[in-house]
């Protein structure tokens, strides 16, 4: 039951990216002036497999919270800053 739940949840997280692309494309479209009726309906049909998933996600058991977008943008995921260390200032 595991391995689907986690299974589930790693589609969600390549939909997610996947959906963020075409996004970004929608947003560079317009900004172009360009048409951007073929993107839109593919990320519509996206966000419709991605209800689906996370009612199959729900369905197998699945209780967490998913993270927003936003939730995961938050996160920092750098490794911590090295401190440096003052240098001494030699004065004649």
Known sequence: M???????RRK???LRADMS???????SQI????D???????LMAMRQEL???IGEWKAAGGRDRLPTV????KENHRPP?????????VRR
């Open 2 to 8: 595991d391995n689907r739940i986690n299974e589930t």
């Open 12 to 14: 969600i997280s390549v």
């Open 21 to 27: 692309e075409v996004e970004g494309s929608i947003r």
């Open 31 to 34: 900004k172009h002036d360009l």
């Open 36 to 42: 951007c009726t073929e993107s839109a309906m593919r």
């Open 51 to 53: 209800a689906a998933l």
């Open 70 to 73: 936003e939730v995961q943008l």
């Open 81 to 89: 800053a090295k401190s440096e260390k003052p240098r001494a200032v």
